[in-house]
């Protein structure tokens, strides 16, 4: 028995609910309502039930024990001129199913009930009892109350006992059926006019809920088309603000401060995009007037350390130093600079490039800079052909070639793959080092990002720059670069387009 609630409730759980707000707030007003009929009806119910049974048992009061008493036990001896209707009972006055029945020491004697056509004299007024309708005879109490009692042949009745003359009990009783007909028929009513009701208003209702709701509509859809918007950089162009209904409304409120938050949007993303700009038009232009000093003090170191006269071993150092700083600065600022392009939404080139070619001299420069490690190429039979810059995809291929060797230790294997697909080809570069720590991994590809030294194992390493222009020289080919690395495996998947446009 404890099981059955909680199978009740997984049942009423599994049951489908309305997701939507419009959909519950008419599916809670159609229950309340459905909840207000079934109470009135039910009491409604109730209460016709209790008044035509207290009209009854008035009846059966009135009616008093008259048919009952005309009723003579079974073996009693009649003097009356009349016996022949006393042995019949007393039908006068009486409504048709009157029942009486005569119990003598707690055995009914006598029972009969009044016939339709109760002026025939014919009729047999008898009523054949079970043995349960006697026991529930005898057991009606002498109490001058009314009572309910079920007769086999009879139906529902009404009856009353009372003490007679003979130190017998009459019982007088009065059919149920018109009482129970009423009540049925009223249910019957009720449940029509209460169905017809809920539908209508259900109907009504859902219309209302539509009506009513519609700016909070408004509202979701101005905010679904804020949530297509790409934010994460650029201008940005919010739609037009929601409609504003009343403002004493909760709807009017939430539309209100939907709108005013949308502009506090708006002018923070235009704050940023400004700021953005400036940055850009910054880097490009420090990127820009660096790149000639760097070349001057790196020309300038060159050309001391070739002057033919002796020059002191911590000055010749401190020249080689100075002319090495100045190469990988100016690498930095060419790569700034590369970036800041890029950010500006410059276009690429796009023409033909054969990425089999470039892969190969790629490999070799990067084994000849590499000596150390151990460099394998997987290429498929035919030259792979892509749309796009040549000079861009050779520096994405040299910056990741560069990053396995400088962040990996001696003896590591670096394997470049490239397979072709039907919507993208594919550039795998997979290495074997202890891989890069997880920490770093979620913003590998941003700027000025470094891994962990003891990756590099005092290599050295560039400015943090190498990946982001990866994914920024990727991305504005239209593909996508992935990192999928743990200890003993490092693997960087670039994506580009099949189909790209030459546009």
């Not at 009701?197 to 109907?203: N, Y």
């Not at 950010?343 to 054969?354: C, I, K, Q, S, Y």
């Not at 060797?405 to 919507?423: S, W």
């Not at 997880?438 to 190498?466: C, I, S, Y």
Request: proline letters at 6%; charged letters at 25%; glycine letters at 8%.
């Amino acid at each position: 028995m404890s099981r059955g609630p909680r199978a009740v409730g997984r049942r009423l759980r599994r049951l489908p609910r309305p997701h939507t707000l419009r959909a519950r707030l008419t599916a809670g007003l159609v229950v309340l309502l459905a909840v207000s009929c079934a109470a009135v009806g039910v009491a409604a119910v109730i209460e016709l039930d209790g008044f035509l049974t207290g009209r009854l048992d008035q009846q059966l009061t009135e009616v008093g024990t008259q048919f009952p008493a005309s009723l003579e036990h079974k073996g009693q001896t009649l003097t009356d001129h009349d016996a022949d209707d006393r042995e019949r009972g007393d039908t006068r006055r009486q409504a048709p199913g009157t029942f009486g029945a005569r119990l003598l020491h707690g055995t009914v004697t006598n029972a009969a009930v009044v016939p339709a056509d109760k002026d025939d004299a014919t009729t047999d007024l008898k009523v054949a009892l079970t043995a349960r309708d006697r026991r529930e005879l005898a057991a009606v109490p002498v109490d001058g109350r009314s009572h309910t009692v079920h007769l086999s042949s009879l139906g529902r009745y009404r009856v009353l006992a009372a003490d007679g003359r003979d130190g017998d009990v009459m019982i007088t009783g009065l059919p149920l059926e018109s009482v129970e007909a009423a009540v049925h028929r009223l249910e019957t009513v009720a449940a029509i006019v209460f169905g017809a009701a809920l539908l209508i208003t259900g109907f009504a209702g859902a219309l209302w809920v539509r009506w009513s709701l519609r700016p909070l509509s408004r509202v979701a859809a101005t905010a679904t088309r804020v949530s297509e918007l790409p934010l994460a950089s650029g201008e940005v162009a919010l739609p037009p603000r929601a409609p504003e209904s009343d403002p004493r409304s909760e709807v009017g409120r939430v539309a209100g401060a939907f709108n005013r938050m949308l502009g506090h949007v708006e002018d923070a993303l235009t704050h940023r995009h400004a700021s953005e700009e400036r940055l850009r038009s910054f880097a490009a232009d420090a990127s820009h007037e660096l790149r000639t000093p760097v070349a001057s003090i790196r020309g300038h170191a060159e050309l001391a350390l070739l002057h033919p006269d002796p020059v002191p071993p911590k000055v010749t150092r401190a020249l080689e130093r100075i002319e090495a700083e100045s190469a990988r600065m100016g690498v930095m600022v060419d790569e700034m600079l590369l970036l800041a392009r890029l950010d500006a939404g410059r276009p690429l080139e796009r023409r033909p490039v054969d990425l089999t070619r470039l892969v190969l001299d790629a490999v070799a420069d990067a084994r000849a800079a590499g000596p150390d490690h151990r460099w394998a190429l997987r290429l498929p039979e035919e030259p792979v052909t892509v749309t796009g810059d040549a000079h861009r995809l050779q520096q994405v291929l040299a910056n990741l070639l560069a990053n396995a060797r400088l962040h990996t230790p001696v003896g590591t294997k670096v394997t470049v793959t490239l397979e072709t697909g039907a919507e993208a080809t594919s550039l795998v570069v997979h290495d074997d080092g202890p891989g890069v720590p997880a920490e770093v991994q979620p913003g590998v590809f941003e700027r000025f990002t470094r891994a962990d030294r003891r990756r590099t194992e005092g290599r050295g390493g560039g400015a943090g720059l190498g990946l982001s222009i990866v994914a920024a020289v990727t991305e504005a080919h239209g593909g996508s670069v992935e990192l999928d690395s743990r200890p003993g495996s490092t693997t960087f998947t670039v994506r580009l387009p099949a189909g790209l446009s030459t546009g």
